[in-house]
Nanobody, 121 residues
Framework: QVQLVESGGGLVQAGGSLRLACAASGRTFSSYAMGWFRQAPGKEREFVAAISDSGGVTYVTDSVKGRFTISRDNAKNTVYLQMNSLKPEDTAVYYC??????????????WGQGTQVTVSS
């Protein structure tokens, strides 16, 4: 069992930056691939980024490429999403998720409760 708790969301002006963090419980964090997803009001959940268990492989979706970076610190049981050059369309609830296998989107094994990111124009 893995419990995930996101933090770092908030209100930021367009062009600004935020860094989201997701802290995981348990001693097997380094065995899981991690992902970030987001869901805007009235829209379906969208896959944003993923990172392999070791951190050696990362992927970000095209809509955030060049602006968002995913990373992890296995010693701290934490995965991060650095978000730069934020746009109003990035406004959403952001979720982190853990999965036994590295995958780009789809269903993950464990989910956090989400953190709100609001970008004002």
């Amino acid at each position: 069992q893995v419990q995930l708790v996101e933090s770092g969301g908030g209100l930021v002006q367009a062009g600004g930056s935020l860094r989201l963090a997701c802290a995981a419980s348990g001693r097997t964090f380094s065995s899981y691939a991690m992902g970030w997803f987001r869901q805007a009001p009235g829209k379906e959940r969208e896959f944003v980024a993923a990172i392999s268990d070791s951190g050696g492989v990362t992927y970000v979706t095209d809509s955030v490429k060049g602006r968002f970076t995913i990373s992890r610190d296995n010693a701290k049981n934490t995965v991060y999403l650095q978000m730069n050059s934020l746009k109003p369309e990035d406004t959403a609830v952001y979720y982190c998720a853990a999965n036994w296998a590295f995958r780009l989107g789809g269903e993950y094994d464990y989910w956090g409760q989400g953190t709100q990111v609001t970008v004002s124009s």
